[in-house]
């Protein structure tokens, strides 16, 4: 109830906070007048739809995390801000506007239907779980924001520090898996439940997978920024069911007309339809970990994009930054719309991860619970959930791995060097999402990306790699005394956020050799 009350707070702060679009008058709505349906399905699909996108994947997260995760680059002359790291405010404001204007709304109403009949708490947990899922992507993007407490029918708002909105996280995550039951006398969103409802009956256990598995991420990210808390976080979820087979990840679908929505598709897709390679192409990063990690091409690379155009059997990346724009099919290899379908549903969670995170943790000495392992078993199971994920066979899946480059690291005490095998691989395997790629690079500075060509310097110092995104300028505005900084030209975008606790360059723009077992 504690997490009931937090929201329900912020969601009142959040309807009294922003009067900047059109329909935000019909949201300015004090939550105790609001008319409660008793069956949370409408609600709970919507807040997954849009919780995804955030209304637009294109401006929300591949003009940002995309980019600065360096799974792709950008090839649109007139994408001519953040692919430079210059701020583009009315991007970066779209996301926090529909974070605070709709999401809490929606999770909110899906809540009261708890409050009316313990029937609905199943839907509520699920949207408890997704809903912290949305928050840790907020906070990995901005840093501090407001989470916990609000004035209602005040601008001046508190923002609360990252590591107080992450505790919350576990908590949101930890109530809601302990509180997940299979029962008859439960009422089941079905179709509505667009991540697991195929599942059936079963779909509560699979929600709590996901749960416990995203509770692994949060502990893992927050490694370096204060380990004791994250080894409790970590070895807790582990003592769980955890998502360690593809048949159990989490996948968002794109079928919208499950709830009558229409059909939108796979944004990715229709941006790539828009032109090949209009928008976006592989990078030189992603260029370099497909063909270098092994003495062989790695078979993912095929999949998902394709060769450069008459030019069978090449696949080239540009660097980030690089300020010219040359015939794209021509020169670069762009996203697989053979692979990136309209119906392609969208990665939230995969096994993948979870035997790298699981990798990670013994390499860290963590009890593991029933999935001890070595740890170049747990890194080989991650490579080989993601190549089966992706749909290479197992043959040459068998392949790739045979012919890994570095393998005799694992035999040896150098702990740094371990990780860093498992992070490129990890890397790797969370595309194309671009907020936890970006998350990876920032948190253990691997894998060793390529400096920016020629970035803007206003927000980000010469040399350095963009750490967080902006706050929109009129977040400035209407609460400019609890801001973190104390205007819109003293904000720096090269700060970083809580859990990344090292410069990945020096000033000079070499690399630093990561510490991250501290």
Known sequence: MKNNIIILFLVMFVFS?????????????????????????????ELFFRGYTYGDLQTSTNLHHDLYSQYLSNVQSGFNTTPFYIANDSWLSNRWLRYYTIYYKLHLKILETEELSDVNSNAANYSRIYFAWMSANMTDTYGDMPFLTASIGENNQKFDKQETIFSEIFNLLTEAEANLVVRDDKFNPGDYDIIYGDEGDEAPNYWKRFANSLRLRYAMKMVNASPAKARTEAEAAMAKALILDNSQNALLST?????????????????????????????????KYFQTEATIADPRQSILFYNVENNPGVWTGKRNGENSFPSVADNYSTLSTDYFTSDKRYELFEAAET????????????????????????????????MEFV????????AYVAALNGLDVFAGTDREAILEKIINQKWVALFPSGPDGWAEFRRTDYPALYNIVDPDETYVKKNLFIKRC???NNEYDANGANMPYESVTAERLDDKVW???????NADGTRKQPNNFR
């Open 391 to 398: 749909g290479v066979s197992t043959d040459d899946a068998n």
């Open 355 to 386: 035997y790298f995170l699981l990798a990670e943790a013994k390499l860290r000495g963590w009890n593991l619970g029933e999935n001890d392992a070595t740890v170049q078993e747990l890194y080989e199971k991650g490579i080989r959930a993601s």
């Open 17 to 45: 906070f922003s009067s900047c679009t059109d329909d935000f008058e019909e949201m300015n709505t004090n939550p105790s007048a609001i008319v409660v349906n008793t069956n949370p399905a409408l609600y709970m699909s």
């Open 470 to 472: 902006k706050y929109p």
């Open 499 to 505: 859990w990344d606790v090292e410069d990945t360059n």
């Open 255 to 287: 079928d919208y007309e499950r709830a009558g929505w229409g059909s939108y598709g796979n944004q990715r897709w229709m941006i790539e339809n828009w032109g090949r390679g209009a928008h976006f192409v592989m990078s030189k990063s992603m260029e």
